[in-house]
């Protein structure tokens, strides 16, 4: 069965950083990224890697955050720096499966950005 476990959200101050892990289990990976949905909005691609480390990001992220992964642990990472109030939103991993190429989603983690 694969799961996806997000941790590492939380309150933060402007101009500070935040790293959430992503740690998946129950199968082998190819892309993995992050994605974000603030209230009234709709769900955003923040960040997406590769297999192979390819990593791309939103515009809005760019310089700010970097998404890596560490293939032994089937976990994905994003270390997000110089955080902006409205970076504020729930983070969600997903990791399409390598066999089947099917999407699975985490639960999601708040992160609070604070002016």
């Known amino acids: 069965q694969v799961q996806l476990v997000e941790s590492g959200g939380g309150l933060v101050q402007a101009g500070g950083s935040l790293r959430l892990s992503c740690a998946a289990s129950?199968?082998?990976?190819?892309?993995m990224g992050w994605y974000r949905q603030a209230p009234g909005n709709q769900r955003e691609l923040v960040a997406q890697?590769?297999?192979?480390?390819?990593?791309n990001y939103a515009d809005s992220v760019k310089g700010r955050f970097t998404i890596s992964r560490d293939n032994a642990k089937n976990t994905v990472y994003l270390q997000m720096n110089s955080l902006k109030p409205e970076d504020t939103a729930v983070y969600y991993c997903?990791?399409?499966?390598?066999?089947?190429?099917?999407?699975?989603w985490g639960q999601g983690t708040q992160v609070t950005v604070s002016s």
């Open positions: 997903n990791a399409n499966v390598l066999a089947t190429s099917r999407l699975y």
């Open positions: 129950g199968s082998l990976f190819s892309t």
């Open positions: 890697i590769t297999g192979g480390g390819r990593a």
